[in-house]
């Protein structure tokens, strides 16, 4: 079982749409989990407009609870996907350096834009990017097992 961990700065907009999309996506072949840089949304529940954006795709984000990075989050995960490269950065600078080789951007390249304090279109926009990156890393387990 591949083990995923979705890093963004709050674990309150990104990372936790990226888990539950990843976890629908995966099935048993994957687990997930998310966190965040900071710890200002620890134990809240992710934002409504995420929500409600999850919502539209059918997934339900209503369990979450945030959650800040730790050192053990590192070492557990097999992939460390950060939502954008000033997160990336800092997940580097926080490494020490034994996990080097597990960290990368959720969008090889490109940074998955940060919605916070937007409309819900952007909210929208956003998961919709988040869930199209999904296949990126359960697609090929999904095309052999089917």
Same mark, same amino acid.
């Given at each position: 079982?591949?083990?995923?961990?979705?890093?963004?700065?709050?674990?309150?907009?990104?990372?936790?749409?990226?888990?539950?999309?990843?976890?629908?996506?995966?099935?048993?072949?994957?687990?997930?989990?998310?966190?965040?840089?900071?710890?200002?949304?620890?134990?809240?529940?992710?934002?409504?407009?995420?929500?409600?954006?999850?919502?539209?795709?059918?997934?339900?984000?209503?369990?979450?609870?945030?959650?800040?990075?730790?050192? =053990?989050?590192?070492?557990? &995960?097999?992939? $460390?996907?950060?939502?954008?490269?000033?997160? /990336?950065? *800092?997940? !580097?600078?926080?490494?020490?350096?034994?996990?080097?080789?597990?960290?990368?951007?959720?969008?090889?390249?490109?940074?998955?834009?940060?919605?916070?304090?937007?409309? =819900?279109?952007?909210?929208? &926009?956003?998961? $919709?990017?988040?869930?199209?990156?999904?296949? /990126?890393? *359960?697609? !090929?387990?999904?095309?052999?097992?089917?």
């Amino acid at each position: 079982m591949r083990k995923l961990l979705t890093v963004c700065l709050g674990n309150y907009c990104r990372s936790p749409f990226a888990q539950v999309a990843l976890t629908r996506r995966g099935g048993t072949a994957v687990t997930v989990r998310s966190a965040g840089l900071i710890g200002k949304w620890q134990d809240q529940p992710a934002n409504p407009s995420m929500i409600n954006a999850a919502r539209r795709l059918g997934l339900d984000l209503t369990h979450h609870r945030g959650r800040q990075i730790t050192m =053990e989050d590192l070492e557990w &995960a097999d992939d $460390v996907l950060a939502m954008d490269a000033a997160v /990336l950065d *800092t997940l !580097r600078a926080i490494d020490d350096g034994h996990n080097a080789h597990k960290l990368s951007l959720y969008l090889p390249g490109r940074d998955v834009p940060d919605p916070m304090g937007q409309d =819900e279109s952007t909210f929208n &926009a956003c998961s $919709v990017v988040i869930e199209a990156g999904t296949a /990126l890393y *359960t697609g !090929r387990r999904r095309q052999q097992s089917g």
